[in-house]
């Protein structure tokens, strides 16, 4: 005996195949956008965080009675950090010039200029200023965004606070 197939024997495992192809293409194309986004967003972010952090690491290995100071290098507003060595004061600006955040370290005797420093990495605008007594905001943008934190300085005991 000879078995007839019939139109739906055929069309249900298709249907059901097209039904998975389907499901199985929305969920990568879903997860293709949450990993896009998610990237920007990193990508965006990475500038603001890592100078940030540099900033607060270099602030804490100077942290010292009078060794901070907030100056400008012409027209641009600067982190200065000052430390003794070999009888002589040295002087490290940490500033935006240029698109970078930028550092430079000279002797106190010399007449910085902005070009002088080394880009340290891709940033738009770095300020920091004084917010209180030992409390020190550092804001600073990239692509766009603008992100501030604090720092409480305690000499020998300086510690980021947000």
Same mark, same amino acid.
């Given at each position: 005996?000879?078995?007839?197939?019939?139109?739906?024997?055929?069309?249900?495992?298709?249907?059901?195949?097209?039904?998975?192809?389907?499901?199985? +293409? !929305?969920?990568?194309?879903?997860?293709?956008?949450?990993?896009?986004?998610?990237?920007?967003?990193?990508?965006?972010?990475? !500038? &603001?965080?890592?100078?940030?952090?540099?900033?607060?690491?270099?602030?804490?290995?100077?942290?010292?009675?009078? +060794?901070?100071?907030v100056d400008?290098?012409?027209? &641009?507003?600067?982190?200065?950090?000052?430390?003794?060595?070999?009888?002589?004061?040295?002087?490290?600006?940490?500033? &935006?010039?240029? !698109?970078?955040?930028?550092?430079?370290?000279?002797k106190r005797?010399?007449?910085?200029?902005?070009?002088?420093?080394?880009?340290?990495?891709?940033?738009?605008?770095?300020?920091?200023?004084?917010? !209180?007594?030992?409390?020190?905001?550092?804001?600073?943008?990239?692509?766009?965004?603008?992100?501030?934190?604090?720092?409480?300085?305690?000499?020998?005991?300086?510690?980021? &606070?947000?």
């Amino acid at each position: 005996m000879e078995k007839r197939r019939h139109t739906l024997d055929v069309l249900f495992p298709l249907g059901l195949l097209a039904v998975y192809a389907l499901a199985a +293409a !929305g969920a990568v194309l879903l997860a293709a956008g949450s990993y896009r986004s998610g990237l920007t967003r990193a990508h965006r972010d990475f !500038g &603001c965080t890592t100078a940030l952090a540099y900033v607060a690491e270099k602030l804490r290995s100077g942290d010292e009675a009078g +060794a901070v100071r907030v100056d400008a290098l012409e027209d &641009c507003p600067a982190l200065v950090l000052s430390v003794n060595r070999e009888g002589g004061w040295y002087d490290t600006y940490i500033y &935006c010039y240029d !698109g970078s955040l930028r550092e430079l370290m000279v002797k106190r005797e010399l007449t910085p200029t902005p070009q002088m420093g080394r880009a340290l990495l891709e940033l738009e605008d770095f300020r920091p200023e004084w917010a !209180g007594d030992g409390l020190l905001r550092l804001e600073c943008q990239s692509q766009g965004e603008t992100l501030t934190r604090y720092v409480n300085l305690k000499a020998g005991e300086g510690y980021p &606070c947000g």
